[in-house]
């Protein structure tokens, strides 16, 4: 048996704009973002709910804190984290258990993810503000 | 041909089995959530302080933080473990995640337990 190696030089083909990131990747990426997201902002969410169990008194600056235009932009884009996490995570323990895991299953649900993400986010948003 | 055994080591089993079992419980906690809050009669300090003053919400809220800790602890170390190779800034990354967990936990209990 010999052992040379044959190193076939392999054309490399990295077009950027026509490499696309397939949906199942994009739905992985954005686990991991709205993941990091959410521990980045875990002090801001813990600090709400210390407010908001205080006191009355506290309850008043949680009402403040949580109508301000900014925050409620902050709070909408970590709802659709935590909602995108969810559904996401859903997929994945069941992707998990080899349910869903042939390709236009895996593509499918991917999608089903990012739509049922965005619209619990709206349905979610509108009922609280 | 590579004979080696795929199991023994456990390496990682452990975490990511943890990573799952938070998950699962992060799930049921959050739709027991919603349904308890959609049955609050009014949103104001009174009723919002009232269901967090339950004992059995008390303690499965507490459980519920705990899962996202250490379900946090686990995914931010991997975000770590696949950006950041210079051991010691890895180290020192690790070691402020988990000190900041760590803190959130005693937070959240003296957020629950002055009700």
């Known amino acids: 048996m010999s052992e040379v190696t044959v190193r076939k030089q392999r054309p490399k083909h990295l077009a950027i704009n026509e490499i696309r990131l397939p949906l199942p990747g994009f739905v992985s990426i954005l686990h991991r973002v709205s993941g990091a997201g959410l521990f980045l902002m875990l002090p801001f969410l813990l600090y709400l709910l210390d407010r908001s169990l205080g006191s009355p008194e506290s309850f008043e600056v949680f009402s403040a804190v949580v109508s301000h235009p900014l925050a409620k932009l902050l709070l909408l884009g970590l709802l659709w984290a935590y909602m995108h996490h969810f559904c996401a995570g859903i997929r994945f323990l069941l992707l998990d258990m080899h349910k869903g895991v042939e390709l236009q299953a895996a593509r499918n649900s991917a999608r089903i993810v990012l739509i049922v993400s965005l619209v619990l986010t709206v349905i979610i948003g509108v009922k609280l503000w | 041909m590579v004979n080696r055994p795929i199991v023994g080591a456990h390496y990682g089993l452990k975490d990511w089995i943890a990573q799952r079992g938070t998950a699962v419980y992060m799930a049921l906690y959050t739709l027991i959530f919603a349904v308890c809050t959609l049955a609050l009669p009014e949103f104001?300090?009174?009723?919002?302080?009232?269901?967090?003053?339950?004992?059995?919400?008390?303690?499965?809220?507490?459980?519920?933080?705990?899962?996202?800790?250490?379900?946090?602890?686990?995914?931010?170390?991997?975000?770590?473990?696949?950006?950041?190779?210079?051991?010691?800034?890895?180290?020192?990354?690790?070691?402020?995640?988990?000190?900041?967990?760590?803190?959130?936990?005693?937070?959240?209990?003296?957020?629950?337990?002055?009700?």
């Open chain 2, 44 to 115: 104001s300090y009174s009723a919002w302080s009232g269901l967090f003053s339950n004992g059995l919400f008390k303690f499965l809220s507490f459980l519920f933080f705990l899962s996202v800790f250490y379900h946090a602890w686990i995914g931010v170390r991997d975000i770590w473990m696949d950006y950041v190779k210079p051991t010691g800034v890895r180290l020192a990354l690790h070691l402020v995640t988990l000190f900041l967990l760590v803190g959130y936990a005693g937070w959240a209990a003296q957020i629950l337990w002055r009700l």
